[in-house]
Nanobody, 124 residues
Framework: QVQLVESGGGMVQAGGSLRLSCAAS?????????VGWFRQAPGKEREFVVA????????AYVDSLKGRFTMSRDNAKNTAYLQMNSLKPDDTAVYYC????????????????WGQGTQVTVSS
């Protein structure tokens, strides 16, 4: 089994920044899988944010978030990161990380392990 634990969420004012982490443990081949970030706002469906390939050389972003959000990974630490800048109240959501054996994709069906999520709240 693979465990994914997100951290770094919290409450921040609009315009602020947060850095989320996704740490993998257990029987993981973290360095050989795609990692994705998704988010679910209150009353809305979970949506794709960004994904990064196993080597970190390919990323897929939602166009609307490109330029504000940056994803990276450190395979030596089995950890992926999501740097979020210029946060807006609309970014308020629970953020989840997940892993996939596929090339970076927004399709949630391609991700087989998921974390429990971390809450991000952006106040105006």
């Amino acid at each position: 089994q693979v465990q994914l634990v997100e951290s770094g969420g919290g409450m921040v004012q609009a315009g602020g920044s947060l850095r989320l982490s996704c740490a993998a443990s257990g029987r993981t081949t973290f360095s050989s899988v795609t990692v994705g970030w998704f988010r679910q706002a209150p009353g809305k469906e979970r949506e794709f944010v960004v994904a990064i390939s196993w080597r970190g050389d390919t990323t897929a972003y939602v166009d609307s978030l490109k330029g504000r959000f940056t994803m990276s990974r450190d395979n030596a630490k089995n950890t992926a990161y999501l740097q979020m800048n210029s946060l807006k109240p609309d970014d308020t959501a629970v953020y989840y990380c997940a892993t996939s054996k596929s090339f970076p994709t927004p399709s949630q069906a391609a991700y087989n392990y998921w974390g429990q999520g971390t809450q991000v709240t952006v106040s105006s």
